[in-house]
T-cell receptor
Framework: EPEVTQTPSHQVTQMGQEVILRCVPISNHLYFYWYRQILGQKVEFLVSFYNNEISEKSEIFDDQFSVERPDGSNFTLKIRSTKLEDSAMYFC???????????????FGEGSRLTVL | GQNIDQPTEMTATEGAIVQINCTYQTSGFNGLFWYQQHAGEAPTFLSYNVLDGLEEKGRFSSFLSRSKGYSYLLLKELQMKDSASYLCAVSTDTGFQKLVFGTGTRLLVSP
């Protein structure tokens, strides 16, 4: 069964360092997302991406964050200068909404745990 | 603002039925989703409601009342593996661009 894959599964970094989290969405999906979940808290939307551009972003997604689809398969989230409060599980998701208009369910990857020291 | 409320924790015994409630107040509404999340894992899709009424899917059913801003997830014939968090999420625009999640209900199923 097709799945969303994410790397790395866990990254530890120093405050102020740049981090890139990578995702390979399901191949025929058109919509891509990043969500994050701080330990013990709710899943929060960061950004959605469609047709090679950001379609919506949340207040969390400030200038320190960027997303890119550098080739036909990868979807990356970059945090330019990490802060302690960026420590969280980052989930990539993709959706085939547009092909199956009924649900638009999200398919989540297993997540990348980011620890900022 | 966006507000989605669920109970924090529930307990039930194997073989029983449990109902997890969710109330929402959002700026837009284009459907309500339920996801299951085991500890340390990704959320997985359970159900979707956009019209009022009950959607049944095996042991799981989900109900929606748009006028009351209310949904519930019903789990029947509980199994130990159903111990997980259950996340209520609302799609707030027509493009399924963004889901707003509740804090989740942690369900513990005991023998």
């Amino acid at each position: 069964e097709p799945e969303v894959t994410q790397t790395p599964s866990h990254q530890v970094t120093q405050m102020g360092q740049e981090v890139i989290l990578r995702c390979v969405p399901i191949s025929n999906h058109l919509y891509f997302y990043w969500y994050r979940q701080i330990l013990g808290q709710k899943v929060e939307f960061l950004v959605s991406f469609y047709n090679n551009e950001i379609s919506e972003k949340s207040e969390i997604f400030d200038d320190q964050f960027s997303v890119e689809r550098p080739d036909g398969s990868n979807f990356t989230l970059k945090i330019r200068s990490t802060k302690l409060e960026d420590s969280a599980m980052y989930f990539c998701a993709s959706s085939d909404f547009g092909k199956r208009e009924v649900t638009g369910e999200l398919f989540f990857g297993e997540g990348s745990r980011l620890t900022v020291l | 603002g966006q507000n989605i409320d669920q109970p924090t924790e529930m307990t039930a015994t194997e073989g029983a039925i449990v109902q997890i409630n969710c109330t929402y107040q959002t700026s837009g509404f284009n459907g309500l989703f339920w996801y299951q999340q085991h500890a340390g894992e990704a959320p997985t899709f359970l159900s979707y409601n956009v019209l009022d009424g009950l959607e049944e899917k095996g042991r799981f059913s989900s109900f929606l009342s748009r006028s009351k801003g209310y949904s519930y997830l019903l789990l029947k014939e509980l199994q130990m593996k159903d111990s997980a968090s259950y996340l209520c999420a609302v799609s707030t625009d027509t493009g399924f661009q963004k889901l707003v999640f509740g804090t989740g209900t942690r369900l513990l199923v005991s023998p």
